[in-house]
């Protein structure tokens, strides 16, 4: 992986670790207030998941692979 490629992935890293908070925030004023519904928490919990798992992948492609 070249310097730059690692740059992109650790940029992309800390726009989604920003992304995963923000929403973290977002249902839990929601569900505090009662003002969300619950379709729209649960897409919301989905995009988070989502975004978990993508920052999982991008975590892993940074950690080289070690053969024991």
Do not use: C
Request: charged residues 45%.
């Amino acid at each position: 992986m070249t310097e730059e490629e690692e740059k992109d992935i650790r940029t992309e890293l800390a726009r989604l670790r920003q992304e995963h908070r923000d929403l973290d925030f977002a249902i839990g004023a929601l569900a505090d207030t009662g003002r969300g519904d619950h379709l729209t928490l649960q897409r919301l919990k989905k995009k988070k998941l989502a975004i978990k798992d993508r920052i999982g992948h991008l975590e892993d492609r940074l950690v080289p692979d070690i053969i024991a």
